[in-house]
Nanobody
Framework: QVRLMESGGGLVQAGGSLRLSCVASGSIPSFSTMGWYRQAPGKQRELVARITNIGDTTYADSVKGRFTISRDNAKKAVYLQMNMLKPEDTAAYFC?????????WGQGTQVTVSS
């Protein structure tokens, strides 16, 4: 059974940085796409960034130039480096992996940015 475990969330002041990590346990295909989503209170879950197995990336417009997604296939891990954080980045961040019609989600890690 595949499980995703996120870490690295916390409280940071505006302008600061955080690095989120997500490690998968169990077997996931090497061709899976991995990504990060976030959900703020009262809002829908939205894509932050995703990365394919060959390193192609997609970012939400709101985070372009500030966030960087990367992955380590050998470790079955995906990372999100978040710089120049803003209060509007405050949300629960969820790791996700997708292959074919299958998708798995982590339980989330909270990121809070104070002004």
């Amino acid at each position: 059974q595949v499980r995703l475990m996120e870490s690295g969330g916390g409280l940071v002041q505006a302008g600061g940085s955080l690095r989120l990590s997500c490690v998968a346990s169990g077997s996931i295909p090497s061709f899976s796409t991995m990504g990060w989503y976030r959900q703020a209170p009262g809002k829908q879950r939205e894509l932050v960034a995703r990365i394919t197995n060959i390193g192609d990336t997609t970012y939400a417009d709101s985070v372009k130039g500030r966030f960087t997604i990367s992955r380590d296939n050998a470790k079955k891990a995906v990372y999100l480096q978040m710089n120049m954080l803003k209060p509007e980045d405050t949300a629960a961040y969820f790791c996700n992996t997708v292959w074919g019609s299958a998708a798995k989600w982590g339980q989330g890690t909270q990121v809070t940015v104070s002004s």
